[in-house]
């Protein structure tokens, strides 16, 4: 049995003795309000008998202690109660006990002490508890999103065990929740859990209420929050508006920050799992047998049959999913193309120079104008790289000021290398300019007479391509380094010893005796003039 310590049970009695309220006895000590309503109908018992009868079993009240003076008992009046309206009024204006004494010396002629202001202010000062507005929705409107902690699992590959990402979708009308973790976040991996939870709930809602995580939001803002292309393109998709909350607000999503809560203190409190699957599974048997067969707090129903009525109200899903997509900013060419992944795609009305918005889809992309997010073209994605997606009536023949520098480095290398690029951009234009660059660049690995006799051997071939001359290029490179190698090696020369050149071996004995016979000493001879 737990008994209050002497000093918690005098300070109880003392207290009710002034008249204390029960309220303010729990603020001031912190000790339960059903164990100081406990001693209040223990007072009012003595005071209905006698003062001392027994309050409890083996147990007699104890007098106040210290004494309680009688002035003190019966609430004297503070020498501040005649300005009572005044000290109200700034108390209202959030103005400072100092402050307030100041006014009162200087406008009233105020004679008390700033302690008696101070200890009349408290009294007066209320800690009133921070207000919400309860908000209504009709079925099917609102859906609130967050990411939470989910229980400890099992890391892939390794015995270590961590707390995934616990996505929770929750609908504000019956309060049902999705609930998914997932190791790693993203863009599509946000947009693909808000698909999974509405396919889960049968429908969509009209809006979603998020957090300004990165995911969602790219730059927060109270009336125009820029929201990532994904994501609103998966809204859109869907027929959902995003509502985000404000910076540093939570509660605006109660809902579904409760819902996290509830999910981490009741269904994952001390559990691991050894994967994400095995955890998803759990989760969603707990919403179903346990969650969502509660009892609401607040609306007095149980959240099931809430969800059975809202449930006619969602909006109906698309026949076909979200086509995800990532995004780039491309520079169009001068051959009025764009390069992505290493092939060409036709830009226009974009004009050369300008940069433009490439959304790459899994099997198609799409060129949109980068301010206004207009689409202008639509491709089928390459299976191959280098494949040029360009109409042929969209192909630029005029030469730019590159076309001459190619076809001037062109002419450097041979009259066969110069004609063949001439005829390359003859027949593609401006789009060509790659092979072009190709056949230029060989000049810079192989002797550039190989090269132009290259390009002169694909002429009389008719295969006009970079691949084809450096073929060429590359067998006429092995064919003369093989005969080199077949060539017979050159005779060396016998050696003689008699030659006009070659001088008589006395000569030489001579030299070396003069050499001998003259040695130099530097610290003791001077060198020879």
């Not at 616990?166 to 790693?184: D, G």
């Not at 993203?186 to 889960?200: D, G, T, V």
């Not at 007095?300 to 999913?321: D, I």
């Not at 980068?370 to 639509?378: D, V």
Request: aromatic share 8%; with cysteine; hydrophobic share 40%.
């Amino acid at each position: 049995m737990n008994v209050l310590k002497p000093h918690l049970q005098t300070t109880i009695w003392t207290l009710l003795e002034r008249g204390t309220t029960q309220r303010e006895i729990h603020r001031i000590t912190g000790i339960d309000r059903k164990t100081i309503r406990v001693y209040h109908q223990r007072l009012a018992a003595k005071r209905a008998n006698s003062p001392g009868v027994a309050t409890g079993p083996g147990e007699q009240t104890p007098p106040p202690w210290p004494p309680v003076p009688t002035a003190v008992a019966s609430r004297t009046l503070s020498v501040c109660e005649p300005h009572r309206a005044f000290i109200e009024a700034q108390l209202q204006c959030r103005r400072n006990a100092m402050a307030i004494y100041q006014d009162l010396a200087d406008q009233f002629g105020f004679a008390g002490a700033y302690n008696s202001v101070k200890r009349f202010v408290g009294r007066l000062r209320q800690r009133a508890p921070e207000q919400f507005d309860r908000l209504s929705f009709l079925p099917g409107e609102e859906m609130q999103v967050d990411y939470g902690e989910g229980a400890l699992t099992r890391v892939p590959g390794s015995d270590r065990y961590r707390k995934p990402r616990l996505f929770v979708a929750t609908l504000r009308y019956s309060r049902r929740s999705f609930r998914r973790v997932v190791w790693k976040s993203s863009q599509q991996i946000w947009a693909e859990l808000h698909e999974q939870a509405w396919r889960y709930f049968g429908g969509s809602c009209r809006y979603v209420v998020l957090d300004n995580l990165k995911e969602g939001v790219l730059k927060p803002d109270l009336y125009e929050p820029q929201i990532n292309a994904v994501y609103a393109a998966t809204l859109a998709h869907y027929g959902v508006v995003a509502d985000p909350a404000r910076v540093r607000d939570p509660n605006r999503k109660g809902s579904v920050e409760h819902a996290i809560g509830h999910t981490q203190a009741t269904a994952l409190k001390g559990r691991r799992f050894e994967s994400t699957e095995v955890q998803n599974v759990f989760l969603e048997h707990w919403e179903t047998k346990w969650a969502a067969q509660r009892i609401h707090g607040a609306e007095r129903r149980q959240v099931q049959a809430m969800f059975e009525e809202e449930r006619a109200h969602l909006q109906p899903l698309p026949m076909r999913g979200m086509q995800y997509f990532t995004e780039a900013q491309r520079t169009v060419c001068d051959d009025s193309c764009v390069r992505v992944e290493h092939s060409s795609y036709a830009a226009r009305p974009a004009a050369i120079g300008t940069r433009v918005l490439v959304r790459i889809f899994a099997r198609h992309l799409e060129i949109r104008d980068l301010k206004t997010q207009a689409l202008l073209r639509t491709h089928a994605r390459a299976e191959r790289p280098g494949t040029v997606v360009l109409p042929q009536e969209e192909r630029v023949f005029n030469p730019s000021r590159e076309t001459r520098r190619i076809l001037g480095q062109a002419q450097a290398i041979g009259p066969d290398a110069e004609r063949l690029c001439q005829m390359l951009f003859a027949l593609e234009g401006r789009v060509g300019q790659r092979k072009l660059w190709g056949i230029v660049s060989l000049a810079t690995h192989y002797p550039r007479r190989l090269v132009d006799a290259a390009c002169a051997r694909a002429i009389a071939d008719g295969l006009h391509s970079y691949r084809h001359v450096k073929a060429l290029t590359e067998k006429l490179v092995a064919d003369a380094l093989a005969a080199l190698d077949a060539a017979p090696p050159p005779q060396q020369a016998e050696l003689i010893q008699q030659h006009p050149l070659i001088r008589s071996a006395d000569d030489y004995a001579e030299l070396f005796a003069r050499g001998a016979a003259q040695t130099f000493h530097p610290s003791t001879q001077e060198p020879p003039a």
